[in-house]
């Protein structure tokens, strides 16, 4: 079975400072997929990047990038530019790969944007 | 604007009291599931439809059951809420089951047992 672990349960940055949130994961499968998703405080969870195992290249969308090591089976996401939307509950997932549906969240970060 | 949408956003019912949850999606996405969270937890899966395929998670309490009568309606019914059962509801849809294809969510119910 899959695990997924997200060591730090809150954090904090100042508003326009960087952050990089920690994830961790556990499998023996060597291809899947990981998520981070973002539930900001009575809204809707809402994806933020993906990474496909198979892909070298690190995932960036706008503001936010993925630090994935393979080897090391970690998945950081670091939130460069932070913003006050960016307030929410973190959740790093993982899917592994041929057909597999079921997605395993880790226990979320809360992240907390100070203006 | 396409979207998962879920009724109510809170649900109050006393304990032992049947309640049913639903969701609709205009996605016309094939795959919906339902999720269970409590407070300062992961998002826990209890089962998902695959078109009319129902597929229950194994550690999914009996007393949680669901209907898909159509693409766009899914229903989660708890047929004798006790007061553990009290937790948010996510609904969630995919275009396919797995690979990279993200799963899109609503706004959840939150439930509370009096």
């Known amino acids: 079975a899959q695990t997924v672990t997200q060591s730090q349960p809150e954090m904090s940055v100042q508003e326009a400072e960087t952050v990089t949130l920690s994830c961790t994961y556990d499998t023996s499968e060597n291809n899947y997929y990981l998520f981070w998703y973002k539930q900001p405080p009575s809204r809707q969870m809402i994806l933020v990047i993906r990474?496909?195992?198979?892909?070298?290249q690190n995932a960036t969308e706008n503001r936010f990038s993925v630090n994935f090591q393979k080897a090391a089976k970690s998945f950081s996401l670091k939130i460069s530019d932070s913003q006050l939307g960016d307030t929410a509950m973190y959740f790093c997932?993982?899917?592994?790969?041929?057909?597999?549906?079921?997605?395993?969240f880790g226990k979320g970060t809360k992240l907390s944007v100070i203006p | 604007d396409a979207m998962v949408i879920q009724n109510p956003r809170y649900q109050v019912t006393q304990f032992g009291k049947p309640v049913t949850l639903s969701c609709s999606q205009t996605?016309?996405?094939?795959?919906m599931y339902w999720y269970q969270q409590k407070s300062s937890q992961a998002p826990k899966l209890l089962f998902h439809y695959y078109d009319k395929d129902f597929n229950n998670e194994a550690d999914t309490p009996d007393n949680f059951q669901s209907r898909r009568p159509n693409t766009s309606f899914c229903f989660l019914d708890i047929r004798s809420p006790g007061l553990g059962d009290a937790a948010m509801y996510l609904c969630a849809t995919s275009g396919i089951r797995g690979g990279n294809q993200p799963q899109h969510f609503g706004d959840g119910t939150r439930l509370s047992i009096l």
């Open positions: 990474q496909e195992a198979y892909k070298q």
């Open positions: 996605l016309n996405h094939n795959v």
């Open positions: 997932a993982f899917r592994a790969g041929a057909g597999s549906y079921q997605l395993t």
